[in-house]
């Protein structure tokens, strides 16, 4: 069974350029998660979706957003980048059921901005 | 709020030698607790976990025991081995909301020496 994959894998941007993240969620995962590891900050919580909505936000300003598709791939979206979005984004999975909530992760996107 | 207090890092070990990661959490209710590790230039990788008070999670020779009375979740592995070295996070998951996001701890890298 595949796992959560994500792309790109690396990513070079310039401030206030916009980027887009993507990830497909391991098959039969309604729930999709996107974290921020940026150097120093550790695993901060950006956005939550399930069943194409968003559910829960994390503190991070609206340049950052995304969506949810009805196959429940996401796409992250981050507006006039800034120097200190350069991180590692990462994308997490479970299913949408009491007791399975066991999120799963994949590889990451590398951001740079320059 | 739910919080993760993690036993800080660097830590370098001689292989073969006892491992303890320490993990402390404030939370109400009754979180599910991980541990992820992530080696270096991946994603997250789920280690292994606990979903109520006294469940011992275990997986390739590490374990960990969800302690309610001291709100711990502390790290054990009995011989380390050079592959082990990566940088491992302690999670929550809170039991307010299903599919909550996870809360992490800081990371503690650790370097298993031949």
């Known amino acids: 069974e595949a796992g959560v994959t994500q792309s790109p894998t690396h990513l070079i941007k310039t401030r206030g350029q916009q980027v887009t993240l993507r990830c497909s969620p391991i098959s039969g995962h309604t729930s999709v998660y996107w974290y921020q590891q940026a150097l120093g900050l550790g695993l901060q919580f950006l956005l939550w979706?399930?069943?194409?909505?968003?559910?829960n936000r994390g503190n991070f300003p609206p340049r950052f957003s995304g969506r949810q598709f009805p196959n429940y791939s996401s796409e992250l979206n981050v507006n006039a980048l800034e120097l200190e979005d350069s991180a590692l984004y990462l994308c997490a999975s479970s299913l949408g059921q009491v007791g399975q909530e066991t999120q799963y992760f994949g590889p990451g996107t590398r951001l740079l901005v320059l | 709020g739910n919080s993760v207090t993690q036993m800080e890092g660097p830590v370098t070990l001689s292989e073969e030698a006892f491992l303890t990661i320490n993990c402390t959490y404030t939370a109400t209710g009754y979180p599910s607790l991980f541990w992820y590790v992530q080696y270096p230039g991946e994603g997250l990788q789920l280690l292994l976990k606990?979903?109520?008070?006294?469940d011992k999670g275990s997986n390739k020779g590490f374990e960990a025991t969800y302690r309610k009375e001291t709100t711990s979740f502390h790290l054990e592995k009995g011989s380390v081995q050079v592959s082990d070295s990566a940088v491992y996070f302690c999670a929550l998951k809170g039991s307010v909301r299903v599919n909550e996001k996870l809360t992490f701890g800081t990371g503690t890298r650790l370097t298993i020496i031949p």
């Open positions: 606990a979903t109520k008070a006294d």
């Open positions: 979706y399930d069943e194409g909505e968003e559910r």
